[in-house]
């Protein structure tokens, strides 16, 4: 069963979130529901970013790999990586 990684970005907190799931549209929509959790101090949560992976256990491994990267400007180097558009 195939899985994704995924990145959201609220502007309201100006925080980045990194999760993994089989489905980021249902995970998105929890996401802004009003919950305890950290996504639910804001309800402008968007999808910055979404990684496929074969297999749970590969979406794990690198969910925990970007979470120990602990750094906004990896992240958003990683982000403008994967969505530069190349122009001729």
């Known amino acids: 069963m195939a899985f994704f990684v995924y990145i959201l970005y609220s502007e309201k907190l100006d925080k980045y979130y990194i999760g993994a799931t089989e489905n980021v549209e249902e995970r998105l929509a929890k996401h802004l529901c009003n919950h305890r959790g950290f996504t639910g101090k804001a309800?402008?949560?968007?999808?910055?970013?979404?990684?496929?992976?074969?297999?749970?256990?590969?979406?794990?491994?690198?969910?925990?790999q970007l979470k120990s990267w602990k750094s906004?400007?990896?992240?958003?180097?990683?982000?403008?990586?994967?969505?530069?558009k190349v122009t001729s």
């Open 43 to 64: 309800a402008d949560w968007c999808i910055r970013l979404t990684e496929f992976y074969p297999d749970k256990t590969a979406a794990l491994k690198r969910e925990k």
């Open 72 to 84: 906004r400007l990896r992240i958003e180097q990683l982000i403008d990586q994967r969505t530069h």
